[in-house]
């Protein structure tokens, strides 16, 4: 299937791997790292569908240094990589910890030495638990928080980093951590959760600040999870229902972020958004150098069943599956190039020059990978779906930028197998396998693929 050319990508454009802190690291206690909600909800019977948590992980925290090798194999010229709250102020409030920080600063110091770029992301979920205890993100106090952590990293790392990720994918922490329950801190507030869309947002306008404080050259953007929302039918019904679940799952997270305002929530019964005060949105639209783009599949969307648990909810959507005969992955996400391609040259219509320019923070695809022995006797991975998944998400990249959508970067979900949140174990979206008992590294097939498509686009 993949043997056409890949289009040629801009000049300067940026190749990457993303991971996060708490996926990879392990090591929860080393030096001073505090709990955080993730270790309190991976704690609690039938949270995690396979009953493990992240204490191990793919154990980066000890083996940092075979990540970078692996990145400087694939010639990647970028990483995304979190810097874990818990670890750098360990209570969520107060002085720095120095051990964490070390940690860090011993690891960029490396990558740089690489000739890897870092793209460091200040929040990827692992809120302290002490903060969650106050209240979490409901609360307004943990915007300051976050803004005041955000200050400790800058001041050690500030001269190291160019480039910040303020939050991962603030739609998740409300509707899978606030809304659902699905994901720490596991509350299910429904539409009590939106508090907590207002609170990230003005800790990412507070960070934008604070960072901009300390650094006059740093590149600072957020990044956003996006799906492309599609209606089930044609029936007036179901393009009601789309247009309301676009409202909750995009525009809320990225209006406000570029035009200084939220859309408006009447078809919610709301006429101001929860938590709003004045002057919250031009802290929170302040302008950004990049937008973060993680994108992994269209969603479908119809009117609430009568009787589903959304109706029963009072929300007037309800997510569906594909049409029939779309392939999916490991995690059943619909496969569906064309839909990225729609949705980055959606956002480039709809917000205009509002749009900075976009990098894909993060795109890619778990599936059943079993390692078999190679040709020389070697373990091996022949993950042709993942290549096939990638193949076509690069080329729709292309794509999008072609139709004028001014994309600088691309970071593969993800360089190593690890810790997929509730799913614990069962997903596996790494270029590289991990073995969760050994920690040992086995490069999938698609690990060659990328550093062939990467050597080919730098040429
Ligand atoms: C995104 C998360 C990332 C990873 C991928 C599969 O929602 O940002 O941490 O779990 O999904």
């Known amino acids: 299937m993949v043997d056409e050319r890949m289009p040629r990508f801009p000049q300067g454009f940026r190749w990457g791997a993303a991971t ?22 991976t704690a609690e019977p039938g949270r995690v569908i396979d009953g493990s948590n992240a204490e191990t992980a793919a154990d980066s925290y000890r083996r940092w240094r075979d990540d970078i090798a692996l990145l400087g194999e694939l010639g990647a010229t970028d990483y995304r990589f979190s810097i874990s709250w818990p670890r750098v102020q360990p209570g969520g409030s107060g002085a720095a910890n120095a051990a964490g920080l070390d940690h860090y600063e011993r690891f960029v110091d490396a990558l740089a030495e690489a000739g890897i770029a870092p793209l460091a992301t200040l929040y990827h979920w692992d809120l302290p638990q002490p903060l969650e205890d106050a209240g979490g993100w409901l609360v307004r106090d943990t915007a300051e928080r976050y803004a005041e952590s955000v200050g400790l990293v800058l001041d050690r790392l500030g001269d190291r980093v160019g480039r910040w990720v303020t939050l991962n994918e603030p739609a998740m922490t409300t509707l899978e951590g606030y809304a659902l329950g699905t994901q720490a801190p596991g509350r299910t507030l429904m539409l009590g959760a939106l508090p907590t869309v207002h609170h990230q947002l003005l800790g990412h306008g507070l960070a934008v600040a604070a960072i901009r404080a300390a650094s006059g050259t740093a590149e600072v953007g957020i990044t956003n999870n996006h799906t492309l929302v599609v209606p089930a039918s044609d029936e007036p019904a179901d393009l009601v229902a789309a247009v309301a679940f676009d409202l909750v799952y995009n525009r809320i997270f990225i209006d406000p972020v570029l035009t200084g305002a939220y859309p408006d929530l009447s ?152 810790f997929e949140w509730a799913q614990g174990y069962t997903q596996r979206f790494g270029l590289v396998h991990v073995d969760f008992e050994t920690g040992e590294r086995t490069r999938k097939d698609a690990f060659a693929w990328y550093r062939g498509v990467v050597a080919d686009q730098r040429g």
């Open 20 to 41: 996060a802190a708490f996926q990879i690291e392990g090591a929860t206690t080393a030096d001073g790292r505090g709990p955080s909600i993730w270790d309190t909800f």
């Open 267 to 418: 078809a919610f019964g709301l006429d101001a958004f929860p938590g709003l005060e004045p002057g919250d949105l031009d802290t929170i639209a302040a302008p950004l150098d990049f937008y973060g783009v993680n994108s992994y599949n269209p969603t479908y969307v119809a009117a609430p069943a009568e009787g589903s648990e959304f109706a029963l909810a009072g929300l007037p959507f309800e997510p569906v599956g594909p049409p029939a005969g779309t392939p999916v992955t490991g995690f059943d996400w619909p496969v569906v190039p064309e839909a990225f391609t729609e949705l980055l040259v959606s956002l480039r219509r709809d917000y205009g020059d509002a749009l900075p320019p976009v990098v894909i923070t993060e795109n890619g695809a778990s599936y059943v990978d079993e390692v078999v022995p190679g040709p020389d006797g070697e373990p091996a991975v022949h993950d042709v779906e993942r290549i096939d998944y990638l193949d076509g998400h690069l080329r729709a990249v292309a794509a999008a930028i072609d139709r004028g959508v001014d994309v600088r970067g691309y970071f593969l979900w993800s360089l190593i197998d690890n």
